[in-house]
């Protein structure tokens, strides 16, 4: 699962890194509004964590711009204000939940795996798509046609994870390279290619009729035979 974090403040923004990386979380790290507000609008990532006070543009204006250009992705907003129209403006402006500094590292990691559940509408631990299911937690491939199944490598995961949450969407290589390699990352847009071809393999071994279609010049979109 890939999060955006911004925050300014360089020792909780290094202590959150280290915790969530930890908590084997992909993190992306931005200190500035105008940073963080543009990888948001990539729409890469599965939960961002967001600092109320940040240079550039504050963590409230963000949520808005976010919500108005019709990303969903489930934002936690972090803040020293403790008060309850500070809450409630948070709120708002758009964001999922609200976690007043300083906070205990168990109730941080609660909140984000319940907002996580919430991401991959997942409450079973199972994504689907035509005749194939991806298990979230074994990170295993099956047909249900046939029964047949097959383990994934992780980014063979992360590949498929994603074409099923924007289903009928059409992802570009960017996005991709982006989601699976992350921001900082030199991975070339060939590696997409790559692990592309080792995922189809995985769907043709257990025989399903959904598949990888790439449309020429923009990116990648999951198919099903029958549809």
Same mark, same amino acid.
């Given at each position: 699962?890939?999060?955006?974090?911004?925050?300014?403040?360089?020792?909780?923004?290094?202590?959150?890194?280290?915790?969530?990386?930890?908590?084997? +979380?992909?993190? !992306?790290?931005?200190? #500035?509004?105008?940073?963080?507000?543009?990888?948001?609008?990539?729409?890469?990532?599965?939960? $961002?964590?967001?600092?109320?006070?940040?240079?550039?543009? !504050?963590?409230?204006?963000?949520?808005?711009?976010?919500?108005?250009?019709? &990303?969903?992705?489930? $934002?936690?907003?972090?803040?020293?204000?403790?008060?309850?129209? !500070?809450?409630?403006?948070? @709120?708002?402006?758009?964001?999922?939940?609200? @976690?007043?500094?300083?906070?205990?590292? =168990?109730?941080?990691?609660?909140?984000? =795996?319940?907002?996580?559940?919430?991401?991959? !509408?997942?409450?079973?631990?199972?994504?689907?798509?035509? #005749? $194939?299911?991806?298990?979230? %937690?074994?990170?295993?491939?099956?047909?249900?046609? %046939?029964?047949?199944?097959?383990?994934?490598?992780?980014?063979?995961? *992360?590949?498929?994870?994603?074409? $099923?949450?924007?289903? =009928?969407? &059409?992802? /570009? *290589?960017?996005?991709?390279?982006? =989601?699976?390699?992350?921001?900082?990352? #030199?991975?070339? +847009?060939?590696?997409?290619?790559?692990?592309?071809?080792? /995922?189809?393999?995985?769907?043709?071994?257990?025989?399903? *009729?959904?598949?990888?279609?790439?449309? *020429?010049?923009?990116?990648?979109?999951?198919?099903?035979? %029958?549809?």
């Amino acid at each position: 699962m890939r999060l955006l974090l911004v925050e300014d403040e360089k020792r909780m923004a290094q202590a959150l890194y280290e915790l969530l990386r930890l908590e084997k +979380y992909q993190v !992306d790290h931005f200190a #500035d509004g105008v940073d963080g507000l543009e990888a948001a609008k990539s729409g890469v990532y599965d939960i $961002i964590i967001l600092d109320v006070m940040l240079p550039g543009m !504050d963590g409230c204006k963000i949520a808005r711009v976010i919500r108005q250009t019709g &990303i969903r992705t489930p $934002i936690l907003m972090l803040t020293a204000k403790a008060q309850l129209d !500070d809450k409630v403006t948070g @709120l708002d402006s758009g964001a999922d939940d609200y @976690l007043t500094k300083p906070f205990m590292t =168990r109730e941080l990691l609660a909140r984000l =795996r319940a907002l996580g559940r919430r991401s991959i !509408d997942a409450p079973d631990g199972t994504l689907s798509y035509g #005749d $194939i299911v991806l298990n979230t %937690n074994t990170c295993t491939l099956s047909c249900v046609t %046939n029964g047949q199944r097959v383990r994934l490598s992780e980014k063979e995961y *992360r590949i498929l994870e994603y074409l $099923i949450a924007n289903q =009928r969407q &059409i992802l /570009t *290589r960017e996005q991709l390279a982006v =989601r699976i390699w992350g921001l900082e990352s #030199d991975a070339e +847009y060939n590696n997409v290619e790559v692990y592309m071809s080792f /995922t189809r393999r995985k769907l043709a071994f257990v025989e399903a *009729r959904t598949e990888i279609k790439a449309v *020429r010049g923009v990116g990648y979109e999951l198919r099903c035979g %029958n549809v």
